[in-house]
């Protein structure tokens, strides 16, 4: 009785990721290669993603980096029993990329094909590493996405609320520019904001103490281009302050706004085994710190990833398709790629 192993395929934004996982103990998952290269390097000069130049890029490596996950789990693709890619969502050219790749590898292979919801894999990583049981309260933030989920099952969702207008990790790429910083902003904002007065400038909480679990943080950004703006020449000290208010206010937000999730939970999902962060923005140190604090006032375990597989990567989009393989839930070669799809 073999251990089922899924290939999984990444290619939605700058990421190109391949991966080989199967079960492991306790309801975990256990990975046996996780390849990633990342574009960032190609991107950089642009401050942001440039979807023409990672569709490119996924071409280029794509073939090899499946290669080499295969090689790494010591099996071979006739040995899989299943392969996964992120359909969506995402740049469409690079999601055109993965799912073309894998619809191929499937016919010449035989093996059932998985059409995964990026977004969805994000949700389940919790238990590839964790084998966290259902119901668990998500916070989903990366750069394109902001959702708060009660996660009820594989493929049971219920959105408790969302951002309308930037995703905090966007947020925190935008703010970063505006400061002359790298790309993506999120590490450099966090690495400056430790050496930073988070009081000395007032930035706004937006949506504090709202009743539904929605985001905004557009005018945050404003408010702190403002002040920016006011005391321009920025010192590398003024920049550090900058910083460490942004992020600050951003932690003030989202423990309010998962404070309401919480509380909306129930009446959805019954009562969570957790509370989860996931999506690139799970990274974050002092959100990280945070909402520990908040679960554990709530009588909850605070579960995030491992920070390599916080951001985008195979394994979760392997994982994702166990998870639904497990369930039968099987794609074929008609499944569409999709820039856009809710979750
Ligand atoms: O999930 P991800 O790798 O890709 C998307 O699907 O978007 O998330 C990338 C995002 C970027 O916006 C990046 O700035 C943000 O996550 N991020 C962070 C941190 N590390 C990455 N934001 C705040 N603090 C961090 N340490
Ligand atoms: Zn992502």
């Known amino acids: ?50 979807p023409e130049i990672a569709a490119r890029a996924h071409v280029e490596v794509l073939d090899r980096l499946i290669a080499r996950a295969l090689d790494r789990a010591g099996t071979k693709l006739a040995q899989v029993d299943g392969i996964a890619v992120a359909a969506g969502p995402g740049l469409i050219g690079g999601v055109l990329i993965g799912l073309v790749t894998a619809k191929t590898l499937s016919l010449v292979a035989r093996k059932p094909l998985l059409a995964v919801n990026h977004l969805e894999a994000h949700a389940l990583t919790a238990r ?73 400038f007032s930035l ?9 679990a929605d985001f905004s943080l557009s005018g945050l950004k404003t408010a702190l281009r403002i002040e920016a703006e006011r005391i321009a020449p920025l010192s590398n000290a003024d920049i550090a302050d900058l910083c460490a208010s942004f992020q600050a206010a951003v932690v003030d937000v989202v423990v309010d706004r998962v404070r309401v999730a919480l509380r909306a939970f129930g009446a959805v999902a019954g009562h969570p085994t957790a509370l989860v962060a996931a999506g690139g923005v799970a990274a974050n140190g002092a959100i990280r710190r945070a909402l520990t604090a908040q679960a554990g006032e709530a009588g909850l375990s605070f579960v995030a990833p491992p920070l390599a597989l916080c951001g985008d990567n195979g394994a979760m989009i392997a994982w994702a398709g166990l998870e639904r393989l497990r369930l039968g839930l099987v794609d074929d070669l008609t499944a569409s790629a999709r820039a856009r799809w809710p979750f």
């Open 128 to 200: 590839l590493t964790d084998g966290l049981a259902f119901p668990y309260l998500l916070l989903l933030a990366s750069g394109g996405h902001t959702q708060l989920v009660a996660v009820k099952g594989v493929g049971d969702y219920v959105r408790l609320g969302g951002t309308v207008d930037d995703a905090i990790g966007e947020a925190f790429d935008k703010i970063a520019k505006l400061l002359g910083l790298g790309y993506p902003g999120g590490p450099e904002v966090e690495r400056l904001a430790e050496g930073g007065d988070p009081e000395r």
């Open 1 to 50: 009785n073999q251990a089922m192993h899924v290939l999984g395929i990444e290619t939605t934004c700058d990421e190109t990721a391949a991966a080989i996982v199967a079960p492991g103990e306790e309801g975990r998952g256990r990975i046996l290669a996780n390849e990633i290269l990342s574009q960032i390097a190609e991107h950089a000069a642009y401050g942001g993603v440039v």
């Open 204 to 212: 706004p909480r937006p949506m504090l103490g709202r009743r539904e």
